[in-house]
Every structure is written in C-alpha cells, then in structure tokens.
C-alpha cells in the first residue's frame, strides 16, 4: 500500500514538472534573464558550423565538428548548448526531418539546454525515444544498447502514452 502510495505521488510530481511553467516562445527571440526560464519552441533541426552558422546540403551533420540548432517559424535560429548530452539525439536524421517541439531552459547568449524533445504530427505531440525490445531499455539518443549492444530500435508514441 504505502509503495503504491509513493508511486502515486511520484507520478503527480512528475506530471507537473512536465507542465511548461512559464512563457513559451514560438516566433519570436528570448532574453536570458539571469535565472534562465523555460521556453517551448517549434521548428525544424538545423546543423550549425563551429562558428555557429547554419550548414546545408547532404554532408552537413556528418562531421564532428557542428552543433544543432531550430530554426523556428520566424526564421530565427535557437542554438543549443554545445555540451548538453541531449543533443545526442538530433544525430539521428530522422529526427531531423521532423517538425519538433522543444521544451528547455533559456541559458546566456541566447542559448537552450533541452528538457524534452517531441514531434509534432498533424497538430499533435509526439514522443520520441529509443527502445531495446530485447532488455526492456528505453533512452533518448539512438546507439547500442549497453546491456546486448544491439540498435535501439526508433519510437514515436502519442504524448502521455504510456511507454514499455
């Protein structure tokens, strides 16, 4: 009774930590505001230069040397941040072929840390992850497993389904 009680609760909790708890930001720029807020932005996956220019063509995401950025619906680029491991999961194509919604925190220079990655499919959201059928592991960058070393295998389920 009481583990079911604290499954509850850390179900709830979860819940509104996934809940955007500020202002999003869908065509226009943000400011870092010191304590770095939350934000929402649509768009596409760009591959960024060392520079942080937006790189085109069939090579561009093939090399080491790039960052990612969205390029939002106003045009604009919202560049991530470099060291953020959550980048891991825009090497994947076909996530960058997707219209993508991301939730992170604003962080200086204009710059976002990733909470959340989700596709957006004929106006509803997606989520998007990595499953091994095989350990029963779920992660949110494609590669080997680490427990049989085979693929993960690409999932896309409608959000707040409920995942393996």
């Known amino acids: 009774m009481i583990k079911m009680r604290f499954c509850i609760i850390l179900f709830f909790a979860g819940f509104l930590l996934a809940v955007p708890l500020g202002p999003s930001i869908a065509a226009s720029h943000f400011e870092y505001s010191g304590?770095?807020?939350q934000v929402i932005v649509r768009g596409r996956v760009v591959c960024l230069d060392g520079a942080g220019h937006r790189?085109?063509?069939?090579?561009a995401c093939r090399d080491?040397?790039?960052g990612f950025g969205l390029l939002g619906a106003d045009g604009a680029i919202y560049k991530f941040l470099?060291?953020?491991?959550s980048t891991a999961i825009f090497t994947d194509p076909r996530v960058r072929m997707r219209d993508l919604q991301v939730t992170a925190q604003a962080?200086?220079?204009?710059?976002l840390e990733i909470i959340q990655v989700q596709s957006v499919r004929e106006g509803k959201?997606?989520?998007i992850y990595y499953f091994c059928e095989v350990c029963n592991i779920t992660a949110h960058a494609p590669g080997p497993c680490p427990c049989c070393r085979q693929e993960f295998e690409f999932r896309e389920t409608p959000a707040g389904?409920?995942?393996?």
């Open 107 to 111: 962080r200086p220079e204009n710059q």
């Open 125 to 127: 959201l997606y989520d």
């Open 64 to 66: 080491s040397s790039h």
């Open 55 to 59: 790189q085109s063509g069939p090579t």
């Open 161 to 164: 389904a409920e995942k393996p």
């Open 82 to 85: 470099p060291e953020d491991p």
């Open 35 to 37: 304590q770095g807020r």
